[in-house]
């Protein structure tokens, strides 16, 4: 199984700054990573496949990149409906498809 | 525009069996060269693949449930469901549906998730 982790845990970020975020994956998943967007109450929603393709409606202020096994995702200026729980997905090897732990962008 | 619906009871005995379903509209299961997949989220944890099938019947699960899952799909009510044996507390989630996939020169590929329905939270409990 390949195992996929997040870091921070938590980011505390001020509106309109820089936000990365991490995702390691235990072997390589080349490019096959996706990163989904969770807020209270509501269901994940895909926000980039292929490591860096944007999905139908993500701002162009999400971007994604690396392959192999090291992911970053950064949101270039926070707006107020970013902050939420972030999750990063492998869809190399699988069963299982596998998720990192989440990151919580959080109001400085 | 695809949009999934699950159902299902919001409460469950322990060692009794979880039900759900998922209902697709705006495409047809039978014509999608796509995954139709489980995904449950513990509270307040992270996200985890329970498994997914395809239109003719073929499913794959998550090595970690044990044989306990079942998914079943139904194309000709567009619906495909979820079953779980001998649930314990440990069962308790929010419990989503999704599209998995894409067609990629005939074959499924790319298996990210999108999207995904509402979610329902299945408790545990007698």
């Known amino acids: 199984e390949v195992v996929m982790t997040q870091s921070p845990t938590t980011l505390s970020v001020s509106p309109g700054e820089r936000a990365t975020l991490s995702c390691r994956a235990s072997?390589?998943?080349?490019?096959?990573l996706a990163w989904y967007q969770q807020k209270p109450g509501q269901a994940p929603r895909l926000l980039i496949y292929g490591a860096s393709t944007r999905a139908t409606g993500t701002p162009a202020r999400f971007s994604g990149s690396g392959s192999g096994t090291e992911f970053t995702l950064t949101i270039s200026s926070l707006q107020s409906e970013d902050f939420a729980v972030y999750y990063c997905q492998q869809y190399t090897d699988w069963p299982p498809l596998t998720f990192g732990g989440g990151t919580k962008v959080e109001i400085k | 525009q695809l949009q999934l619906q699950v159902s299902g009871p919001g409460l469950v005995k322990p060692s009794e069996t979880l039900t759900l379903t998922c209902s697709v509209s705006g495409a047809s299961i039978e014509n999608s060269i796509k995954y139709w997949s489980w995904i449950r989220q513990a509270p307040g944890k992270g996200l985890e693949w329970i498994g997914a099938i395809v239109y003719t019947g073929s499913a794959y699960y998550n090595p970690a449930l044990r044989g306990r899952v079942t998914i079943s799909v139904d194309t000709s009510r567009n619906q495909f469901s979820l079953s779980v044996e001998s649930v314990t507390a440990a069962d308790t989630a929010v419990y989503y549906c999704?599209?998995?996939?894409?067609?990629?020169?005939?074959?499924?590929?790319?298996?990210?998730?999108?999207?995904w329905g509402q979610g329902t939270l299945v408790t545990v409990s007698s």
């Open positions: 072997q390589s998943v080349r490019s096959n």
């Open positions: 999704a599209r998995q996939g894409e067609t990629v020169f005939g074959v499924i590929g790319n298996n990210y998730f999108d999207p």
